[in-house]
């Protein structure tokens, strides 16, 4: 019994690491896709929704974005929630964020 719960708590724990990935690539990629010269808000959320949907189900997960100015451009700032839903632990939220440069 005490290997199995070993087992699961490992699962768990890899599986938290996964999501965590999952949840910087969906960002730096919603960044990036709206830094680009025909993107935007709109563009960057569809596209970390469709990463989030296509490798965790994108369920239990809220994407926000924001644009600040700098210089001559500014800077798209996507973070993305993601709740992991832990066995017996209830969920635990991981946040992750990315910045990308726009030059208009």
Request: no cysteine; proline share 3%.
């Amino acid at each position: 019994m005490p290997g199995l719960l070993a087992l699961t708590l490992a699962a768990q724990m890899l599986f938290a690491g996964y999501v965590s990935t999952v949840a910087f690539d969906a960002a730096s990629e919603a960044a990036t896709i709206a830094a680009t010269a025909d993107g935007g808000y709109w563009a960057g959320k569809q596209r970390a929704q469709a990463v989030l949907a296509g490798l965790i189900g994108g369920e239990n997960s809220k994407v926000s974005a924001s644009k600040q100015p700098l210089g001559d451009g500014s800077v798209w700032r996507f973070r993305v929630l993601v709740t992991n839903p832990f066995l017996g632990f209830g969920g635990v939220t991981v946040s992750q964020q990315a910045e990308a440069l726009s030059e208009r």
